[in-house]
């Protein structure tokens, strides 16, 4: 799913199976040929979750090489170069994320977990509301000129859009 060349964005959440997995999605789709987009989990729970992989799958994303990974893939020296890292979950935002090439600028989107709903309309509902808030969080981000502003810039502006509709 990873797309464009320009700032590089990694979206992290726990377990990397839901908010995060959406979120590279609408990045790399949206910010194609401006943004680079990643996701991981600081607990990644080996897949991605069926809702998440449904919807993907509706909005026409080839869901054959998504998975879950852990954060480290993007700490190791041979990872990308990591200039923006958002966290879409309270646990990830709270813990001591490994030390990313680029040092990123991080900010919180944070989101109500779409994986909590019970049943599969309920969860294709909980994930369609999931994907409408990550849609308004990067067409916001994608509205700033993010390649001329300052680390300190980024981080306010993007965690401006955190408190947006639906924040959790």
């Not at 590089?8 to 999605?25: F, K, Q």
């Not at 729970?45 to 054959?64: E, F, Q, S, W």
Request: aromatic content about 4%; proline content about 6%; overall charge negative.
């Amino acid at each position: 799913m990873t797309a464009g060349e320009g700032l590089a964005v990694l979206i992290l959440c726990t377990g990397n199976s839901a908010r995060s997995i959406l979120g590279e999605a609408i990045v790399g789709r949206m910010g194609e040929g401006r943004l680079s987009a990643y996701s991981a989990g600081s607990q990644p729970k080996g897949a991605p979750h069926p809702g998440a992989l449904r919807l993907l799958a509706r909005k026409g994303y080839d869901t054959g090489g998504v998975r879950s990974k852990s954060w480290d893939e993007f700490a190791a020296p041979d990872a990308p170069r990591i200039d923006i890292a958002i966290t879409v979950c309270g646990n990830a935002a709270g813990e001591a994320c490994p030390l990313f090439s680029g040092a990123p600028v991080r900010a919180h989107w944070g989101l109500a977990d779409p994986a909590d709903a019970v049943g599969e309309a309920a969860e294709d509902a909980a994930f369609a509301e999931t994907w409408r808030l990550l849609e308004l969080r990067v067409g916001a981000m994608l509205a700033l000129p993010l390649e001329i502003m300052t680390p300190a810039e980024r981080r306010a502006a993007l965690n401006d859009i955190g408190r947006m509709e639906g924040a959790a």
